[in-house]
């Protein structure tokens, strides 16, 4: 989608730090990285959060957090530990990116509530 900063990643049109691609999706560091270790998980394809994904998205969705997010958390090495999976959906729920993206967030003990 034109002028969608994360379509653009996922071009390899503008830079970013990629620590995972494949034919459906790419992870990459956050720019303003709020633990040690925050990377971003996005569909190739444009959606624009988790309220626009389809009965066509199901696999796309299932390959990102059963195949992905598991196998980034234990390269990046929190998964012992423990992480965190956010998908930050429309405004009040901050999303500032308006394509869907998981963030991946660990390396440290994180707060409940979320701010
Ligand atoms: P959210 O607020 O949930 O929409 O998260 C968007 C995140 O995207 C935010 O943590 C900062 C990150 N971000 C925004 N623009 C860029 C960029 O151009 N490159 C990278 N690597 N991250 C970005």
């Known amino acids: 989608?034109?002028?969608?900063?994360?379509?653009k990643i996922a071009q390899h049109e503008i830079p970013s730090s990629i620590?995972?691609?494949?034919?459906?999706?790419?992870?990459?560091?956050?720019?303003?990285p709020q633990a040690p270790v925050h990377v971003l998980v996005i569909p190739k394809k444009h959606v624009e959060s988790v309220l626009a994904l389809t009965d066509?998205?199901?696999?796309?969705?299932?390959?990102?957090?059963?195949?992905?997010?598991?196998?980034?958390?234990?390269e990046l090495g929190v998964?012992?530990?423990?992480?965190?999976?956010?998908?930050?959906?429309?405004?009040?729920?901050?999303?500032?990116v308006k394509h869907l993206h998981f963030h991946l967030l660990g390396g440290?003990?994180?707060q409940w509530?979320?701010?």
């Open 108 to 110: 440290r003990s994180l």
């Open 56 to 74: 066509a998205d199901r696999a796309l969705v299932a390959h990102i957090l059963v195949d992905v997010v598991p196998q980034l958390a234990r």
């Open 79 to 96: 998964a012992e530990k423990g992480f965190r999976v956010v998908a930050n959906t429309g405004d009040e729920g901050g999303q500032s």
């Open 113 to 115: 509530p979320p701010g």
């Open 1 to 7: 989608m034109a002028d969608c900063i994360f379509c």
């Open 19 to 32: 620590v995972y691609e494949d034919e459906q999706c790419v992870a990459f560091k956050d720019l303003e």
